[in-house]
């Protein structure tokens, strides 16, 4: 065989080889190519999941949103019982948008007349402003299915009586979620007519805001709503946006996130190398490849725990513990196994924050997450879901047993001490249990309930578990209710007063000084204790307004009594105002009232956040005159550094060991004790609380310089003390 044959047998015997090789190649590329094209579907759609479920979430919110204000006596003694615009304004107006971002607000009368509107945070003329077409089918639907259930007797809680509608639509050429609510009363305190109930409708459009909420939550970008379903173009993904009723409102779109593609153009460079190395570029392509899939898979399993999990402690976050709460609500209906759902959180978690530093704060929800992890095992759900918030999803718990088994070994975990960086802290929580299906079938409704279960567990005293009970959700709705009316009486100021209670000195008979005291009647005349408003208006905020309303109304009626002491109680919120000290003194130069007069009592657990600050007003105040009084003084963190660090000019036994005086106990030695701690001071010692002759003779002869109690006077109106200064004489009760 000569040369040739043989160089062209050879080049027979390679083509075989090169096919192959061309096959292979051919083969590889195209599973490429699949694999691209399938990792970017997979993503998109994905993508538009997350998209659809934000919109639906939006429904929902407006329908809460709304819940706050109709199911509320006033609003039922302020629109159909007897119409109040300004009320309406203040209440259902710009403060909707303000508070809650809502577009619009519409009220229609009993026979459907508008008689409100407000409009991107301003009222407009009702009379000028024409309903849009699309509320009238709305409106219809809660009239209907309100008369029904209120007639037939179906409804059974605040939530059934409050007929209410929401749709996804478009207005004004925009898509907006509309909700239309009747409004009806809270309790039976107030009773309504059918044909006068009046009906609230919201809006809220899907606009920038919400598309910027929607780029955040999920890493998309340039999300935008088109009116025109047109077709995607290259390297972006859309969604359409569908109404209540079907109809294609227009389409979401945004930059799709195809991480097959990304990967195909990071590999292109290769793609020519590949086809003229053949065989051996191949091989480094095979290798690349999988290494390339492998990090794209990780990648993407990276970010899909990201945004379904917490950085911090890797539990799962809220978006994934709704998600699984939901699927095992909607279980329910299937005969899925019964659940409870868990709500814990932290008892005094800012105070290790703010005392150990933020890191310390990070470290202790580490650990803690660990510990709650361990406890529940692994059938259950642990999620954080914000701060030093966690819950657990309690699968196949049949009783409320089963739950307060696992709150019981939560608790007693957390007697462990944790290790902070050397430093080793105590740090208990609270729990909060709601039962499905005994309280609930509804993923928010459940929610809800472990949330009040939770309050009550801090309500009564912190570290300790409470599941759910009816009595809970109504003094939960009794304390809302005392936040509505404490917040309308300070801003109309009626139904509050202050009544002062007398103190006197030695001989019993001599007032010296008075203590300005609030009270509170509402409008139908009910008197509500301060012990049941004052810790609302602490828990809602309201404190400091009610403090400075005490302060101004005080001074100004103790202006007339010039030989007498003025106590002011001041609340720890207010205390730690920046500008506390000018502010009194500026009450005291526009009421005339002579500081020499003015006492403010403080609580020692008052002082114990941020004294620097707390020095710096109170030695304001003293500079200007004002006298300093340290309350309760022995029922808190007691301590003669405290005396001596804000230099107090008066100490107040509590009420709770003039009780206790001649029955056996060591308050007549603790009374005596500190007494003389306050004469070797050369402080004031006031007794607090004395009811009984036999108690003021043990006080006197214990050295307190001045008393207070029903063995004098009880707190009175400011006209009492008047007739008791007219009088002359004052003897005790």
């Excluded at 578990?465 to 801003?491: N, P, Q, Y």
């Excluded at 603790?670 to 007494?675: G, L, Q, T």
């Excluded at 006031?686 to 310089?705: H, K, M, N, Y």
Aim: hydrophobic share 45%; with cysteine; aromatic share 8%.
């Amino acid at each position: 065989m000569t040369d040739p044959d043989r160089i062209r047998s050879s080049a027979h015997g390679l083509f075989p080889v090169f096919a192959f090789i061309l096959a292979i190649l051919c083969i590889l590329i195209v599973t490429m190519l699949w694999s691209v094209l399938e990792s970017d579907r997979i993503a998109i759609d994905r993508q538009v999941r997350y998209v659809d479920l934000m919109v639906g979430e939006q429904v929902d919110k407006l329908i809460l949103d709304q819940e706050n204000v109709t199911i509320w006596d006033e609003a039922v003694r302020n629109t159909s019982i007897a119409y109040n615009p300004d009320w309406v304004s203040d209440n259902l107006g710009p403060w909707m948008q303000d508070y809650f971002g809502h577009d619009r607000s519409y009220l229609l009368d009993a026979a459907d007349r508008l008689v409100y509107a407000m409009a991107d945070g301003a009222d407009v003329d009702p009379e000028a402003t024409d309903l849009p077409a699309v509320f009238a089918p709305l409106i219809d639907e809660v009239r209907g299915r309100g008369w029904a259930s209120l007639q037939t007797g179906a409804a059974t809680s605040a939530d059934d009586e409050n007929p209410r509608k929401a749709r996804l639509t478009s207005l004004e050429n925009r898509p907006a979620v509309v909700s239309a609510m009747v409004i009806v009363p809270d309790s039976a305190r107030v009773e309504q007519e059918l044909a006068d109930a009046y009906v609230l409708v919201s809006v809220r459009f899907l606009d920038a805001r919400f598309l910027r909420d929607l780029e955040r939550r999920y890493f998309l970008e340039g999300v935008r709503f088109l009116g025109e379903a047109a077709d995607a173009p290259p390297g972006e993904a859309q969604t359409p946006l569908l109404g209540s009723d079907g109809q294609k409102l227009g389409v979401i779109r945004w930059r799709a996130i195809r991480p097959g593609t990304d990967l195909m153009v990071t590999l292109a460079p290769y793609a020519g190398g590949m086809i003229a190395l053949l065989g051996a570029v191949m091989m480094i392509l095979i290798r690349r490849t999988d290494r390339a899939m492998e990090d794209l898979r990780t990648g993407e399993a990276k970010a899909h725990h990201r945004a379904f999990h917490d950085d911090l402690t890797g539990l799962p976050n809220r978006t994934l513990f709704n998600a699984d709460l939901q699927t095992a609500a909607e279980g329910l209906a299937d005969g899925g196994p019964p659940f409870a759902v868990a709500y814990i959180d932290l008892d005094r978690f800012k105070d290790i924050n703010d005392s150990l530093g933020h890191p310390a704060g990070d470290e202790l929800l580490v650990q803690v997450a660990r510990r709650l992890v361990r406890v529940a095992g692994r059938d259950n759900l642990v999620a954080r879901l914000s701060g030093d918030e966690f819950a657990i999803l309690h699968r196949g718990a049949a009783q409320p047993e089963d739950a307060s088994a696992l709150a019981r070994r939560i608790l007693a975990a957390h007697e462990q001490e944790f290790d902070l960086f050397g430093t080793s802290v105590f740090a208990g929580c609270s729990i909060g249990i709601a039962m499905a299906p005994l309280h609930g079938r509804n993923r928010m409704e459940l929610c809800r309930k472990a949330d009040i279960a939770l309050y009550a567990a801090k309500a009564a005293g912190r570290n300790r578990a409470r599941v759910f009970t009816a009595t809970m959700d109504e003094e939960r709705r009794h304390k809302r209710s005392i936040e509505r009316g404490l917040r309308e009486a300070l801003h109309t100021g009626d139904g509050l007063d202050v009544h002062f209670q007398p103190f006197v000195d030695r001989s019993g008979v001599r007032v010296i000084g008075v203590e300005a005291l609030v009270r509170w009647r509402t409008a139908d005349g009910t008197q509500v204790p301060p012990s049941d408003f004052v810790p609302v208006a602490e828990e809602c905020g309201l404190i400091a307004d009610l403090g400075w309303w005490v302060f101004e109304r005080a001074l100004g009626t103790c202006v007339r009594w010039p030989d007498l002491v003025l106590a002011v109680n001041c609340s720890a919120v207010q205390l730690r105002q920046d500008g506390f000290a000018d502010r009194i003194v500026r009450l005291m130069e526009r009421t005339g009232f002579d500081p020499a007069r003015l006492e403010i009592e403080i609580t020692e657990t008052a002082l114990l956040d941020a004294p620097e600050m707390q020095v710096r007003e109170l030695d304001g105040l003293r500079a200007a005159g004002v006298r300093i009084s340290l309350d309760d003084f022995g029922t808190g963190y007691s301590s003669l550094s405290h005396l001596h660090q804000f230099k107090i000019d008066r100490i107040k036994i509590d009420k709770s060991f003039v009780r206790k005086i001649g029955d056996g106990t060591d308050s007549d030695a603790i009374v005596r004790a500190v007494a003389g701690l306050g004469k070797s001071l050369r402080l004031a010692v006031t007794a607090e609380g004395v009811e009984t002759a036999t108690q003021f003779r043990v006080l006197v002869d214990a050295g307190c310089t001045e008393f207070q109690g029903y063995l004098f006077s009880r707190p009175v109106p400011a006209e009492d003390i008047d007739a008791m200064l007219n009088a002359r004489a004052f003897a005790p009760a």
